[in-house]
């Protein structure tokens, strides 16, 4: 993989997992405050998903599987040059 290529790891949206089962997860598995983790929450919560984090593929892999193995559902997009996922404007 091109180490140039730039990624976002986002947090979706479900109706598994209540308000405090997210933020809770999120600050175990990111090491995150409570602060960060309602303000992503939250997002999600109102726009069906949001941004967690940015960088490589292997790095955001690894927090993609600690996410995914407390019951988030999370995916890995590629951004394109304006800095958007790919197929988004």
Do not use: P
Not at 17 to 45: G, K, P
Not at 48 to 77: M, N, P
């Amino acid at each position: 993989m091109n180490s140039d290529v730039i990624y976002n790891l986002y947090l979706y949206n479900d109706s598994i997992n209540s308000f405090e089962r997210v933020i809770r997860s999120l600050t175990q598995a990111l090491d995150w405050t409570i602060y960060q983790a309602e303000q992503c929450a939250m997002i999600a919560h109102e726009k069906e998903r949001t941004v967690l984090l940015t960088g490589g593929y292997i790095d955001l892999y690894k927090h993609s599987r600690r996410l995914k193995a407390v019951g988030l559902t999370v995916a890995i997009e590629r951004r394109n040059e304006q800095g958007f996922e790919d197929g988004k404007s």
